[in-house]
Structure formats: structure tokens, C-alpha cells
T-cell receptor
């Protein structure tokens, strides 16, 4: 079984809809991250959480919100989706002792029409 | 403002030859550097890293070189194999008092194709 799972793997939605992307991990890591990948722009950090009570904005948090429901679960919400949020979204985790090495989920491909 | 740059979007190399992927950075506070490898429909996976106190780190066929004065790092793969065909991301982090080195800044990626 995969250590970091993301659901759904693919999603098509319409402008203005609220959607949630979910991430679960079995690695026992406290630290979790959400990134988006766009062609030519690499991976950009949206939000990160270092424990259940800790939520921090990344470099591109506008239009997004997150919820850390438990150590193992970190959800990303688009409150009102817009077409330029079409991207590949990745969740990642890391161990506090080796924080530089992050473990990524398989990604969620999101299309906003 | 792209603090980590990979100026070559793609690279093709003959099987058995050396692949050299390059990465430049602008933030002098970066003190830890990593390479991640990504196959289609999968998330990135950690490949190799280097601390700023070193100038070289080797792991099997993979070697990362760091030139701090030039703010440049490179990944060498030798010999290149067809399974090395993937997108490679360079990443960097700066130690902070509170968070350690956990925030990574990624480059835009280089697509490596190994020609059989």
C-alpha cells in the first residue's frame, strides 16, 4: 500500500464550485504539505502543517484553504474554483528529523472549466 | 522571482553516456540542496541531496556537485540508463530558527530522455 495517498486522482469541476482534495499518510510523519505543479513553473508550495495545531501559508495560498483533521490527514479546499487553478496538486509529508526529504503522493489532476 | 532555476527544460542523452543536469540558485541563505525524480502519473521521489558544507555527494550512479561561489549545482548520472528517463527537479532549503530546513523551493524541472 502507498504511504501517501491522494483522492481523487482526477477531477473536473466548474468555475465557482467548492472542491476538496484529500491526502492521507501512513508514514507517521507530523509534517505535511500541499503543492501545485504547473508547466514551466515547477512545484510551488500552497500550505504546510508541522503538526495538527499548526497551519502555515506557502507562497501561493490565495484562493485555497486547508484542514489538518488528524496527524494522518491534510485536506486542501478550493472555496470557489477558477480556471487558473487547473493544475496537478501534490501532497507531501516529512519526518522532523529529516525534514528536507519529503515523500510525495501520486498527485491529483484538477481541471476547472 | 525564481530563486531556483533549471534553464534546460529538456535533455536527451545516449544510453551509457553521462547525463548532466544543471541548477542555479539566487538565495545565498540556501544551505541544503536536493534532487527529485518524477515519472509520469507519479509523485516526485527523493534522489540525492547535498549540504552546503560539502561540494560533492555520491550515491551509486548519481553524483551531485555544489559550487557555492557560483550558486550552481549539478547532477551527474553515469552511465545513463533508459529507466533514468524522467523529469528531474532541483530543490533548495534554508534553515530557519523555528522550522529547520523543511520548506523546499523547487526549480522548474528538466525532462531527461535516455536514447537506447
Amino acid at each position: 500500500d502507498a504511504d501517501v495517498t491522494q483522492t481523487p486522482r482526477n477531477r473536473i469541476t466548474k468555475t465557482g464550485k467548492r472542491i476538496m482534495l484529500e491526502c492521507s499518510q501512513t508514514k507517521g510523519h507530523d509534517r505535511m504539505y500541499w503543492y501545485r505543479q504547473d508547466p514551466g513553473l515547477g512545484l510551488r508550495l500552497i500550505y504546510y502543517s508541522f503538526d495538527v495545531k499548526d497551519i502555515n501559508k506557502g507562497e501561493i495560498s490565495d484562493g485555497y484553504s486547508v484542514s489538518r483533521q488528524a496527524q494522518a490527514k491534510f485536506s486542501l479546499s478550493l472555496e470557489s474554483a477558477i480556471p487558473n487553478q487547473t493544475a496537478l496538486y501534490f501532497c507531501a509529508t516529512s519526518d522532523p528529523g529529516r525534514g528536507e526529504t519529503q515523500y510525495f503522493g501520486p498527485g491529483t489532476r484538477l481541471l476547472v472549466l | 522571482d525564481q530563486q531556483v532555476k533549471q534553464n534546460s527544460p529538456s535533455l536527451s542523452v545516449q544510453e551509457g553516456r553521462i547525463s548532466i543536469l544543471n541548477c542555479d540558485y539566487t538565495n545565498s541563505m540556501f544551505d541544503y540542496f536536493l534532487w527529485y525524480k518524477k515519472y509520469p502519473a507519479e509523485g516526485p521521489t527523493f534522489l540525492i541531496s547535498i549540504s552546503s558544507i560539502k561540494d560533492k555527494n555520491e550515491d551509486g550512479r548519481f553524483t551531485v556537485f555544489l559550487n557555492k561561489s557560483a550558486k550552481h549545482l549539478s547532477l551527474h548520472i553515469v552511465p545513463s540508463q533508459p529507466g533514468d528517463s524522467a523529469v528531474y527537479f532541483c530543490a533548495a532549503s534554508a534553515k530557519s530558527l523555528h522550522f529547520g530546513n523543511e520548506k523546499l523551493t523547487f526549480g522548474t524541472g528538466t525532462r531527461l530522455t535516455i536514447i537506447p
